[in-house]
């Protein structure tokens, strides 16, 4: 699949997250690791547009900053979307896009053995061909299974896509993603990182056409030097971050996954997991191409972002009465033009001159609106 069909390809994923900080040898996990924990759920639906994250909120705190994964202010980070990503250095080392060198964690001085094979990212040399041309900065962490792997920004694919990222806490509006999974969306201010699973399929004329099943933890702090997978119970390999990310292509979807982050001397400092996963069945899986419940479809996807001296009407500027840090978008729909506010973690909040314009508007579940005649 290219980089550009999986921009485009659906995800729905579990990244819900049990935060667990102990001091645990490996083998202690893996005596454990089959404890049961609620049951998730993975689906594969129609090659359009998903923005993931789990455990979203339609209100979130209101922090422009990025998250950081770096714990010394020696080391460099660049914003992908709206993570801070550890990079070898703060310059690029191409441009057009941008595209920076992952800073990789620290080497492992403990046994490792019983947590299976080495998977880690292994050395390369980026290249301008390898990236679509929606992306507009990544970060290129090596080679997994001979392939160059990036995490990178893109521009969402829709005006709706962009507001969406910014009321669930990614304030860049572009959705991030990397090469075996896109897009994660929302906020991503974390102290865990983003770890999740996901399983996408694209499909034409109803046939599966192509298949990716990813076990990824993104976001992971610098002090991280071994991601650890176990699969229904048994390890299975491990990796060294490489810009805080871990990233791993399983050939089929196991019944039940375990992530678990340890320090350099083998103590853990995250877990994620375990959690017991299946398909949905046919019947109950719908489409989407939005964060928003399935029944709900953008009236349009035309638009833009816009800044307080942008507001095409004086009525429509004393009415929104723009404050530092709002973000405010311009949505044509059939008819007319609406503004979309989004002030902090408030409700996002429409504007129209037009009464009749916002009553025929199909807006998302939640949204309130004023109008002016």
Request: charged content about 25%; hydrophobic content about 40%.
């Amino acid at each position: 699949m290219t980089l550009d069909e999986k921009i485009r390809s659906t995800l729905e994923g579990t990244a819900s997250t049990v935060a667990y900080v102990a001091a645990t040898s490996p083998d202690e996990i893996k005596r454990r690791g089959r404890r049961r924990r609620a049951r998730r759920r993975v689906a594969w639906t129609v090659p359009v547009v998903m923005i993931v994250l789990g455990a979203l909120a339609v209100t979130v705190p209101f922090d422009p900053n990025p998250r950081s994964p770096a714990t010394s202010p020696d080391i460099d980070t660049v914003e992908v979307a709206d993570l801070a990503v550890a990079v070898t250095d703060s310059d690029p080392v191409s441009t057009d896009p941008d595209v920076w060198l992952g800073l990789r964690g620290p080497s492992p001085s403990f046994d490792t053995s019983e947590l299976g094979p080495d998977l880690s990212f292994t050395t390369g040399e980026p290249s301008a061909g390898d990236l679509d041309d929606r992306v507009v900065r990544a970060v290129y962490l090596g080679e997994l299974e001979g392939e160059p792997f990036y995490i990178y920004a893109a521009p969402a694919p829709s005006i709706w896509d962009r507001i969406f990222e910014v009321v669930y806490g990614n304030f860049s509006g572009d959705v991030l993603g990397t090469s075996l999974n896109c897009c994660s969306g929302g906020d991503m201010d974390h102290d865990e990182g983003l770890p999740g699973f996901s399983h996408s399929t694209s499909s034409e004329d109803g046939v599966v056409t192509s298949e990716v099943i990813t076990a990824e933890w993104l976001g992971l702090s610098t002090d991280v030097s071994v991601v650890a997978y176990q699969l229904e119970g048994n390890f299975i390999g491990w990796q060294t971050p490489v810009g805080g990310v871990a990233s791993l292509r399983l050939d089929e979807l196991p019944e039940e996954y375990l992530a678990v982050a340890f320090d350099a001397v083998g103590r853990e400092v995250q877990r994620f997991g375990p959690i017991e996963l299946e398909p949905i069945p046919e019947a109950e899986q719908f489409e989407t191409s939005s964060l928003l419940e399935a029944e709900w479809a953008p009236m349009s996807s035309e638009g833009s972002e816009i800044q307080p001296d942008d507001i095409p009407t004086d009525q429509l500027r004393e009415a929104i009465s723009a404050q530092p840090g709002d973000r405010l978008f311009l949505v044509s729909v059939d008819g007319g033009q609406l503004i979309v506010l989004v002030r902090g973690n408030e409700t996002p909040l429409v504007y129209s001159e037009s009464c009749d314009l916002v009553a025929s508007a199909d807006l998302p579940p939640g949204w309130d609106s004023i109008c002016l005649d």
